[in-house]
């Protein structure tokens, strides 16, 4: 059993940065893929970025390449998003998930459902203000 608890989110002005983390129970960290998620009001939920087992696979939505950076330190049990450069538009609730059905995390750019992973965490609020 896997409990993710996200945590980082706030409110930042556009242009700044926040760094997320989720933080993992359990033994089998290193096991997951971690997806990083989100749904803005009124959108559908997507997929912003995953990273494998090891760290040494990402995968980034197109719209945040070259601004966020997903890592994650499986010592800690805690993988991380960090977002700059954040635009009024990425407000949303940001999701991590892990999933340990397929160690590429390009696989699972078009997973957005809680359905499809493993376990999914409680969310965290991020506002980016204009």
């Known amino acids: 059993q896997v409990e993710l608890v996200e945590s980082g989110g706030g409110l930042v002005q556009a242009g700044g940065s926040l760094r997320l983390s989720c933080a993992a129970s359990?033994?089998?960290?290193?096991?997951?893929?971690m997806v990083w998620l989100r749904q803005a009001p009124g959108k559908e939920r997507e997929v912003v970025a995953g990273?494998?087992?090891?760290?040494?696979?990402?995968y980034y939505a197109d719209s945040v390449k070259g601004r966020f950076a997903i890592s994650r330190d499986n010592a800690r049990n805690t993988v991380y998003l960090q977002m700059n450069s954040l635009k009024p538009e990425e407000t949303a609730v940001y999701y991590c998930?892990?999933?340990?059905?397929?160690?590429?995390?390009?696989?699972?750019?078009?997973?957005?459902?809680?359905?499809?992973?493993?376990?999914w965490g409680q969310g965290t609020q991020v506002t980016v203000s204009s």
């Open positions: 998930a892990a999933d340990r059905a397929v160690d590429r995390p390009y696989y699972y750019r078009d997973y957005a459902s809680e359905r499809r992973y493993d376990y």
């Open positions: 990273v494998s087992w090891s760290g040494g696979s990402t």
């Open positions: 359990g033994r089998t960290f290193s096991s997951y893929v």
